[in-house]
């Protein structure tokens, strides 16, 4: 029994771990369904709740756990239920290497960065797989279009998250938050932070790049033959994703749990996360959604420069101009 | 309990490996050389380098393995093709490979390699990085030109199928 009273199981089984994920991940849908229907002046969910609709995740997560699973006839069974199922504990396991404050992380690695990033490219591959298991056309080009996209915004990912490393001087998550007592990174890594935003957006498939699963080009892609739970694990995947890459993102550029005193550090964790949770929602609101080859060409061009040409920013922020 | 990790890293790593030979649908066999990279990530996080275990994973599965199955998924046989048959030619491989092998470990522990101290545990990244990019520099920079000849000759090879 003493490890149901341990700290580190409390974390991994409440806060930041399992129940909070879940729920968290049940508000953030919400959130995502609200915002988006008053950007486009509907009124969004307001039957199940008290407040605004706010329990309807959860009524539609009872609802498609309890509903029939369909696995096509000629789909590869194993891959068709592995896939979205390791997809979501890969996109869920990340909010381990969160420092939420100093005493909430799960796993405080010396490398938190690299892995958190690592873990990632892990993602794309899952859909592929899902998309090639339904052996079904449209699923199988949205998996296809992952593919393509990952290898749009990788490199560009990695290389605008090089910028916080070079400033903090550490890979360690907590130590970059740490490092950032003097001043949030957002400031001297300006176009990092953008090129991190715009690189975890096609990361996460939100519009403007939900081209694996574009409704009105491929139906859902790499979703279209998923149904009950299977179905929620894919999308709620990408609600995790949403939750966990913005808790990195205020993580990495806007000083984490640092903030003024009487407010826990917690707290100031969670707002930062929940601005750039809305931020990204707006961007949903706000954009249409990108062509293939404009994607690729802008990683490839585009984003893959400015990454580059923020690192030597960053090198002249903290060394000085090279004198040659 | 090291002993322990290491034994079960080491038999997933061996096992997926000839799973990845001998599925019998590519796909797997793919996904299996993924989780062979990965029990190899965890020898990496036994060895205390957790950095190359990182790179491990996202270079290896997340790049190697997925263009993998790229290639099976778009060009690659129908499911149900039989594994290749097993020629003489796979037993020369077999013992070519274990020279080798064999050879590379001899001289990496033979070798006495000067410079910085041995990288220990709780490695220090700095140091480390110190180490491949300016004690070891040029030697780093002919092991990027092998990977340059690599995309020239896929280039190439690319090329010359449009031609015909």
Do not use: H
Request: glycine share 10%; charged share 10%; aromatic share 10%.
């Amino acid at each position: 029994m003493a490890i149901l009273t341990s700290p580190l199981f409390f974390k991994i089984a409440v806060f930041p771990g399992l129940t909070s994920l879940a729920i968290i991940a049940a508000l953030v849908t919400w959130l995502d369904r609200k915002i988006t229907a008053r950007v486009q002046l509907r009124i969004g969910p307001s039957y199940v709740s008290p407040v605004g609709g706010i329990l309807q995740s959860f009524a539609d997560l009872i609802k498609l756990a309890f509903k029939e699973l369909i696995i096509p006839a000629k789909a590869d069974k194993f891959f068709f239920v592995a896939a979205p199922v390791i997809g979501m504990i890969l996109a869920g396991g990340l909010v381990g290497l969160i420092p939420f404050s100093p005493e909430t992380q799960i796993a405080n690695l010396e490398v938190g960065l690299p892995v958190f990033l690592a873990f990632l490219t892990l993602s794309p591959t899952m859909v592929l797989l899902a998309g090639w298991s339904a052996n079904s056309k449209y699923p199988f080009i949205g998996g296809l279009r992952s593919l393509f996209q990952q290898t749009a915004y990788e490199i560009p990912l990695w290389l605008s998250a090089i910028g916080v490393v070079m400033m903090a001087g550490t890979f360690d998550l907590l130590k970059i938050v740490e490092a950032q007592s003097t001043g949030w990174f957002i400031i001297p890594q300006a176009l990092g932070a953008l090129i991190f935003l715009i690189t975890i957006t096609a990361e996460m498939e939100r519009i403007p790049f939900d081209l694996p699963e574009a409704e009105p080009e491929v139906i859902m892609g790499w979703q279209a033959e998923y149904t009950g739970f299977l179905f929620l694990a894919a999308q709620g995947a990408g609600f995790i994703k949403l939750y966990v890459f913005s808790a990195l993102f205020a993580t990495i550029y806007l000083g984490g749990f640092l903030g003024p005193a009487p407010v826990p550090g917690l707290v100031w964790t969670l707002l930062k996360t929940t601005v750039i949770i809305v931020l990204i929602i707006l961007l949903r609101g706000s954009f249409g959604r990108v062509r293939i080859d404009q994607l690729l060409r802008a990683g490839w061009t585009l984003l893959l420069g400015l990454a580059i040409a923020n690192i030597a920013i960053t090198y002249i922020i903290i060394q000085g101009i090279p004198s040659i | 309990m090291t002993d322990l990790a290491f034994l079960a890293f080491a038999f997933v790593t061996v096992i997926a490996a000839i799973l990845a030979i001998e599925a019998r649908d590519l796909v797997y066999g793919a996904v299996s050389l993924g989780v062979s990279f990965l029990g190899v990530a965890g020898l990496f996080i036994l060895l205390d380098a957790s950095y190359v275990a990182a790179f491990q994973i996202s270079v290896y599965i997340g790049a190697v393995v997925v263009l993998i199955l790229f290639t099976v998924m778009l060009v690659g046989p129908a499911k149900g093709d039989g594994p290749m048959e097993f020629k003489k030619a796979s037993l020369f491989g077999a013992v070519l490979i274990s020279l080798m092998l064999g050879m590379a470990g001899t001289l990496a522990t033979t070798t006495a390699f000067p410079g910085r101290e041995v990288c220990g545990s709780g490695c220090d990244l700095q140091l480390l990085s110190t180490t491949l990019l300016v004690d070891y520099g040029i030697q780093l920079e002919l092991l990027a030109l092998v990977l340059a000849a690599a995309v020239i000759g896929a280039l190439t090879l690319a090329k010359a199928e449009k031609k015909e």
